[in-house]
């Protein structure tokens, strides 16, 4: 005869029981990413180098989101000619940047306070992805708007083609890294393409860091 206390039944409270708290959707919003690529789109990079550059973004586009980051997006020359925040959604972030015209000189600047006016009041990571092929411009101007975008916990990831580009824009963008890191810089417009995607490694690695 088997022992009687063998037969007894077990039962649980579902995991799925209760609704979640009024603070959910907070929580996941903190530890959900915004991603702002930003593309110079000056005349220097009209042809071969825009068609790259698009190419390579919508690549980092992908990718980013499938990282959890909301994305948008800048495209700047001496001023921002397009931009779209990371609210407005994967299709006319893609739209945006398939549209992308070059021409005109280059200043970062403005860039950078569009990056801040949008970023700077929210939570979780924030990014601010640069890519250039030359000059930034006002150089005093970058800086001081870089470093207040730090200070507000923005973090700045950087590609430049050539390394008179991943120099410059590093010595402004990240200077706590160096301006000799290797990974910064894009060898020429045939590796334009993987170069921008790769942005999206430097996103995944530095978040929990700012």
Request: glycine fraction near 14%; hydrophobic fraction near 45%; include cysteine.
């Amino acid at each position: 005869m088997v022992a009687s206390w063998v037969r007894r039944e077990f039962a649980g409270v579902g995991v799925t029981q209760f609704p979640p708290g009024r603070q959910l959707r907070a929580v996941q919003d903190h530890f959900r990413g915004h991603a702002l690529l930003c593309i110079d789109v000056s005349g220097s990079m009209s042809g071969a180098p825009l068609q790259a550059a698009v190419e390579g973004g919508l690549d980092f586009l992908d990718e980013a989101r499938e990282a959890r980051y909301d994305t948008g997006l800048v495209l700047w020359g001496h001023a921002v000619k397009t931009h779209l925040p990371t609210t407005a959604g994967a299709a006319a972030v893609r739209d945006a940047l398939r549209g992308a015209r070059a021409g005109g000189g280059t200043r970062l600047a403005p860039a950078l306070r569009v990056a801040i006016e949008e970023l700077g009041s929210l939570t979780g990571d924030r990014v601010v992805c640069v890519f250039g092929d030359g000059r930034i411009g006002d150089t005093a101007e970058a800086e001081r708007l870089a470093a207040r975008a730090r200070a507000l916990g923005i973090r700045f990831v950087v590609r430049g083609l050539g390394e008179s580009a991943s120099r410059g824009l590093a010595r402004v963008l990240t200077p706590e890294a160096g301006a000799d890191d290797s990974t910064q810089t894009v060898r020429d417009v045939a590796d334009l393409r993987r170069g921008i995607a790769s942005m999206v490694v430097d996103l995944r690695h530095g978040r929990g860091r700012s």
